[in-house]
């Protein structure tokens, strides 16, 4: 009873220090984004002052840093419905009985997941410039939907073998084509996988720098883009990076929020099979 | 309705084979049982006639059209599976009105079609139920509800009842018995349960190792079992069996006893043979004559008493209705009416 006590108080204490030390930089952020240059720089840091909002105005009023903002948003969503376009009906041919070579399948995808991202920028900075999908919202979803998809594939394929395969025999027999069983009985079910899956695969497009500082210039141009844009020649402005920084992990920090239930549910049902 | 052939069928994976050439008669309206153990095949015959798996050899009719090449969707059959197979995401109602939904049939029409179904199956206030909801007896009659709609002309079961506890088999082994008896649907049931094949169907076929081993009715199968296989299979506790040496007007045990059976026209003197002999038809010799029997185990079961014996150094079960009271070392005398002794060839396996 007493060891398992204190098992319990040291599982909390790992717990708080991991959660401090996981969220230190983001509230050492919020703080600049909060302060005056003088009081941010302070030293020793000043842990009490008066909030000041001047940068989140200032930010909020950059035309760049909204362009940026919108230009993600916009990416991510047509990203995520080129990679799914393409993802859900692959997904479920790999998930048939008899697939050739489903496990090379499988594993190129895992393979080609695992690669890093600048690997897709820099042949592609030559078609885009040849095709003028260079610094184009679109050739960005583009590439982005190519750097989803073996995920999506793959996160689908789990999911989809989740489905007892005898629904797919029962629909079959009473007449469903294959399209049909896919959109009636497969993707209903898949719901909360397909949920995780998006919110995994926008966070990754949220976040990404890499394809975006190679493939836009300014048109295009991305929220992380907008964020590193406060980085001046000369001088870092600070405060506002800071409040541009945290307003980008807003939408995802809300998302995440709203979908934990679906992420932690559909995770654990990939994790299952 | 239909009827439904099976021509010299067979199915291979790769070089194993697993129905060696199936011969089989259903007529229209019949309720057909392919019963044997498990890895038989009747599972994969049954899925070969609905078009989940390809045949390897042979043809299988619906009616008159062979339906080799036709997909499952066009072969107008309906199919309940082990585990059911309803859509978790859809209603009770959603489940049933699936089929009729693919095929764009008038809204009013489904509807009536649902409530009929549903009011025969006892499910019409279960409409609006998600399957998580019902018992896995109310899960099964959605499973039949949704082959009912669909006037399909042979309905299919896969195991249909292993997922029920025992109690509840027995009533849902009535109630699909009553529902064939008043649809008059052509059936076929697969199970590996005898007693299932006993009570439910109009025929059933015997099937082991990839084969057939009797096509019959359940009393014909009970009565004059075609091979060991079939007389071991069929009833419960099952036959007993005697191994012994053929002499005219007797069967002689390895001890040198006796076992009287009719043996014109059954074989040669001197043939190694298996004589059975169910242990309901055993009864108390009243002269203290007959098959000398040491008691082992006695289980009564308030019905009747199950009495396990040895004859020669071989297990021996009798049943007995009327309550005798007998110990363990026992000695009894056992015997039979002539007529429900069996006698098989013990080299085939075949009945003499």
């Keep these: 009873m007493i060891r398992s006590r204190r098992a319990t108080l040291l599982s909390y204490a790992v717990l708080i220090i991991a959660g401090f030390a996981s969220i230190f930089p983001i509230l050492w952020i919020i703080g600049i984004s909060l302060k005056t240059q003088t009081d941010a720089f302070a030293m020793p840091p000043k842990l009490i002052f008066t909030p000041i909002w001047d940068h989140y105005a200032k930010v909020w009023a950059d035309a760049t840093f909204i362009k940026g903002f919108l230009n993600s948003l916009f990416a991510a969503l047509l990203g995520n419905l080129m990679a799914f376009a393409i993802g859900i009906p692959a997904a479920f041919a790999l998930n048939q009985r008899r697939v050739p070579g489903r496990a090379t399948i499988l594993a190129w995808l895992l393979l080609s997941y695992m690669l890093p991202e600048f690997l897709f920028v820099i042949p592609i900075y030559g078609v885009f410039q040849a095709t003028g999908l260079y610094d184009s919202i679109f050739g960005l979803a583009l590439v982005y939907q190519t750097f989803t998809l073996p995920f999506t594939i793959w996160m689908m394929r789990a999911f989809f073998a989740d489905v007892p395969f005898a629904l797919y025999e029962a629909a079959r027999l009473e007449g469903a084509k294959s399209w049909q069983i896919l959109l009636r009985v497969y993707l209903p079910m898949a719901a909360p996988g397909i949920a995780a899956t998006v919110i995994l695969n926008t966070i990754r497009i949220w976040n990404e720098l890499a394809i975006a500082l190679g493939l836009t210039f300014d048109k295009a141009q991305t929220v992380t883009l907008a964020v590193a844009g406060y980085r001046g020649y000369a001088s870092i402005d600070w405060g506002a990076l800071s409040a541009a920084a945290i307003t980008s992990i807003f939408p995802m920090l809300i998302f995440a929020v709203l979908a934990q239930r679906q992420i932690v549910g559909g995770l654990s049902l990939g994790a299952v099979k | ?352």
């Design chain 2, 1 to 352: 309705m239909s009827s439904v052939t099976i021509r010299g069928v067979k199915k291979k994976y790769g070089a194993m084979a697993v129905l060696h050439g199936i011969d089989l008669e259903i007529r229209d309206r019949e309720f057909v049982v392919l019963v044997g153990p498990s890895g038989c095949g009747k599972s994969t015959l049954l899925r070969m006639i609905a078009g989940l798996e390809s045949i390897s050899s042979g043809d299988i009719l619906i009616g008159d059209r062979v339906v080799n090449d036709v997909p499952a969707k066009a072969r107008d059959i309906a199919m309940v599976f082990q585990n059911y197979a309803l859509y978790p995401h859809m209603s009770v109602y959603e489940n049933m009105s699936f089929s009729l939904r693919l095929k764009r049939m008038a809204k009013e029409m489904i509807d009536r079609k649902v409530r009929e179904a549903a009011e025969i199956l006892n499910l019409s206030t279960y409409l609006e139920r998600s399957p998580r909801q019902l018992s896995g007896g109310q899960r099964q009659r959605v499973a039949m509800g949704r082959a009912l709609v669909r006037d399909a002309q042979v309905f299919l079961f896969d195991e249909p009842l292993s997922n029920l506890d025992a109690k509840l088999r027995v009533v849902m082994r009535t109630e699909i018995k009553a529902l064939h008896q008043r649809l008059q649907t052509t059936s076929v049931y697969v199970t590996h349960d005898q007693i299932e094949a006993m009570t439910m169907a109009d025929r059933i076929v015997v099937m082991n190792a990839g084969k057939i081993e009797q096509i019959g009715t359940p009393l014909e199968l009970y009565d004059t079992p075609a091979n060991l296989f079939v007389a071991d299979f069929i009833g419960s506790p099952s036959m007993n069996f005697l191994r012994g040496t053929l002499e005219p007007g007797a069967v002689v045990l390895a001890d040198g006893s006796r076992v009287p059976v009719e043996t014109t026209g059954r074989g040669a003197a001197g043939q190694k043979v298996v004589f059975g002999i169910r242990p309901e038809h055993l009864s108390l010799s009243s002269d203290g004559t007959g098959l000398a029997a040491e008691v082992e185990v006695v289980e009564p079961t308030g019905a009747n008493i199950q009495v396990y014996a040895r004859v020669a150094g071989m297990p021996l079960c009798a049943v007995f209705t009327e309550r005798h009271d007998f110990r363990p070392g026992q000695t009894i005398h056992l015997a039979w009416p002539g007529r429900n002794a069996h006698l098989f060839d013990a080299a085939s396996g075949q009945r003499l």
